[in-house]
T-cell receptor, first 115, second 115 residues
């Protein structure tokens, strides 16, 4: 079975540019999570969705960040405009509530570098 | 709110020896799940082992085992016969099964395996 698929794997862009990160969750999973990982702050939950609806976006750092989930098989995390402090690894993960003992399944992450 | 604490930012172990990574959590729930994830330099988040709180028996997966002490809210990971490939960041995670499906992660322990 295909796991969580994220793209791109690496992104390097200049400050001020718009960045869009993409995620395809595991088929049948009804929860999707976006995390940011940095050395200083560790793994931070940014936002999560249930059945395509945002449930908790309290971890989104500021208005420059936005996330959407137009359907059950696709989500985006957008940063506009990007800043050097946004440089981090961004993970997408999915899980199923009906499988209570199942872990979150993570994608391979997107390493984002803002110059 | 649930919190997960990993008090050892870094640990090291000699190859073939045994090491124990600590994790404590704070919760008022009686039913929950606990996980250990491994993140090697490739940055993938890999599930190592899981434990259901209602089970008294400690989970084991080959060389990996846990010491789950529910009353003490402690969930340590023991790695036996350590191998070079065990070198990674290890994250402890807590999940409430009934509400929100959110996972709470610790800050991680970086494990070095010395040849």
């Amino acid at each position: 079975d295909a796991g969580v698929i994220q793209s791109p794997r690496h992104e390097v862009t200049e400050m001020g540019q718009e960045v869009t990160l993409r995620c395809k969750p595991i088929s049948g999973h009804d929860y999707l999570f976006w995390y940011r990982q940095t050395m200083m702050r560790g793994l931070e939950l940014l936002i999560y969705f249930n059945n395509n609806v945002p449930i908790d976006d309290s971890g989104m750092p500021e208005d420059r960040f936005s996330a959407k989930m137009p359907n059950a098989s696709f989500s985006t995390l957008k940063i506009q405009p990007s800043e050097p402090r946004d440089s981090a690894v961004y993970f997408c993960a999915s899980s199923s509530r009906t499988e209570a003992n199942q872990p979150q399944h993570f994608g391979d992450g997107t390493r984002l570098s803002i110059l | 709110a649930q919190t997960v604490t990993q008090s050892q930012p870094e640990m090291s172990v000699q190859e073939a020896e045994t090491v124990t990574l600590s994790c404590t959590y704070d919760t008022s729930e009686s039913d929950y799940y606990l996980f250990w994830y491994k993140q090697p330099p490739s940055r993938q988040m890999i599930l190592v082992i899981r434990q259901e709180a209602y089970k008294q028996q400690n989970a084991t997966e080959n060389r990996f085992s846990v010491n789950f002490q529910k009353a003490a809210k402690s969930f340590s990971l023991k790695i036996s016969d350590s191998q070079l490939g065990d070198a990674a960041m290890y994250f402890c995670a807590y999940r409430r099964p009934l509400t929100g499906n959110q996972f709470y992660f610790g800050t991680g322990t970086s494990l070095t395996v010395i040849p």
